[in-house]
């Protein structure tokens, strides 16, 4: 029977660890690390996400700040902001939340994050080093799916992974963490030519494509492990019914106005798997737990230069 990874369970042993780590720190420094969050506009859901992982800071004991920039900042202003904590001696990792307003180039403000305090690890010095084998601060997701499937002694060396999805913050540099583990990894887009055949031949299949329930049961080859990144709100009673059914919790949910969540992978498929990463409660926790840890990390390396 497939077995559930439990990533909630598994992201708060980590907050235990980060906690007992931050103890030490403070110890050895006489201050704790300091994560500055930045978040340019009033987009709902990126200011529910910034409230959450500076609730997390707060549970293990890494001080946050939060930077509240208006939807009108222009990209300069951004820089300049951005500038400031580069050079602040308190700050240790610096959380520039995403989506920017269209008008503001992402890249360039991306770029502009000093590499040792970037726990994102979306900076090209940090993914060159990933690249290479020796990054310290790399991106959160792709770093919670590593530890899910080391936590449960899932084996990597010499396995077949096959990820679907090819964005900088996720398919790309999870491709080069499976590869040092030396899984033997696919990587898959919407270019890919017939997707199921080659998803059936993975041992692993890693999900971060952002479309509720894509991948269905005849991609999974019976036993393979699934990592499901995808995060979907379903937003019509239609597409509720089509992957829940037309009965039971989810649909009961979504009729009372309740937000019902679905991952990349159709949860029918998850049957045929031998462990899976469950949506909500998979990699969505273990991704905030890693960016606690990069910014411990990134207080550790600063302190030691
Ligand atoms: P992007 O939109 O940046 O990338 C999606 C990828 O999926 C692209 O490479 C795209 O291919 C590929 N894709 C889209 N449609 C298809 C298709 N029909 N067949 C095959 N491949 C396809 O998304 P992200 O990587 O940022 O996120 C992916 C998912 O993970 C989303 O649901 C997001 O919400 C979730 N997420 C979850 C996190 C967590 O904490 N658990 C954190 C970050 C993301 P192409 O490159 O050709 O366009």
Same mark, same amino acid.
């Given at each position: 029977?497939?077995?559930?990874?439990?990533?909630?369970?598994?992201?708060?042993?980590?907050?235990?660890?980060?906690?007992?780590?931050?103890?030490?720190?403070?110890?050895?420094?006489?201050?704790?690390?300091?994560?500055?969050?930045?978040?340019?506009?009033?987009?709902?859901?990126?200011?529910?996400?910034?409230?959450?992982?500076?609730?997390?800071?707060?549970?293990?004991?890494?001080?946050?700040?939060?930077?509240?920039?208006?939807?009108?900042?222009?990209?300069?202003?951004?820089?300049?902001?951005?500038?400031?904590?580069?050079?602040?001696?308190?700050?240790?990792?610096?959380?520039?939340?995403?989506?920017?307003? @269209?008008?503001?180039?992402?890249?360039?403000?991306?770029?502009?994050?000093?590499?040792?305090?970037?726990?994102?690890?979306?900076?090209?010095?940090?993914?060159?080093?990933?690249?290479?084998?020796?990054?310290?601060?790399?991106?959160?997701?792709?770093?919670?799916?590593?530890?899910?499937?080391?936590?449960?002694?899932?084996?990597?060396?010499?396995?077949?992974?096959?990820?679907?999805?090819?964005?900088?913050?996720?398919?790309?540099?999870?491709?080069?963490?499976?590869?040092?583990?030396?899984?033997?990894?696919?990587?898959?887009? *919407?270019?890919?030519?017939?997707?199921?055949?080659?998803?059936?031949? @993975?041992?692993?299949?890693?999900?971060?494509?952002?479309?509720?329930?894509?991948?269905?049961?005849?991609?999974?080859?019976?036993?393979?492990?699934? @990592?499901?990144?995808?995060?979907?709100?379903?937003?019509?009673?239609?597409?509720?019914?089509?992957?829940?059914?037309?009965?039971?919790?989810?649909?009961?949910?979504?009729?009372?106005?309740?937000?019902?969540?679905?991952?990349?992978?159709?949860?029918? @498929?998850?049957?045929? *798997?031998?462990?899976?990463?469950?949506?909500?409660?998979?990699?969505?926790?273990?991704?905030?737990?890693?960016?606690?840890?990069?910014?411990?990390?990134?207080?550790?390396?600063?302190?030691?230069?």
């Amino acid at each position: 029977m497939a077995k559930l990874i439990d990533g909630k369970a598994l992201a708060e042993t980590i907050r235990h660890e980060i906690a007992s780590n931050v103890v030490d720190f403070y110890a050895q420094h006489g201050r704790r690390p300091l994560l500055a969050a930045v978040i340019v506009g009033k987009d709902p859901a990126s200011h529910i996400y910034v409230r959450n992982k500076i609730k997390a800071c707060d549970q293990v004991g890494i001080e946050s700040r939060s930077f509240e920039l208006p939807e009108d900042t222009t990209g300069n202003q951004l820089l300049e902001s951005i500038r400031r904590l580069n050079e602040s001696d308190d700050v240790d990792g610096i959380l520039l939340q995403l989506p920017l307003p @269209a008008h503001i180039n992402k890249t360039r403000i991306l770029d502009s994050i000093s590499p040792q305090k970037d726990v994102d690890g979306l900076h090209p010095s940090n993914v060159g080093l990933l690249v290479q084998g020796r990054a310290s601060l790399i991106a959160c997701t792709p770093l919670g799916v590593i530890e899910a499937l080391r936590r449960y002694d899932i084996t990597l060396n010499g396995k077949n992974a096959v990820i679907v999805g090819r964005s900088d913050l996720v398919g790309k540099p999870l491709a080069l963490l499976l590869m040092h583990e030396n899984a033997t990894v696919t990587i898959c887009h *919407s270019k890919t030519t017939n997707l199921p055949e080659v998803v059936s031949r @993975a041992d692993i299949v890693v999900a971060a494509i952002g479309k509720p329930a894509f991948v269905t049961g005849e991609y999974i080859k019976r036993d393979a492990v699934i @990592a499901d990144v995808g995060i979907n709100v379903l937003k019509t009673e239609g597409e509720v019914v089509r992957i829940f059914g037309d009965a039971g919790k989810k649909i009961e949910d979504f009729r009372q106005g309740k937000s019902v969540l679905v991952g990349d992978v159709h949860p029918d @498929a998850y049957a045929k *798997s031998s462990m899976y990463t469950p949506v909500p409660g998979g990699i969505g926790p273990l991704t905030i737990a890693m960016l606690l840890r990069n910014t411990l990390v990134a207080a550790q390396t600063r302190l030691k230069i």
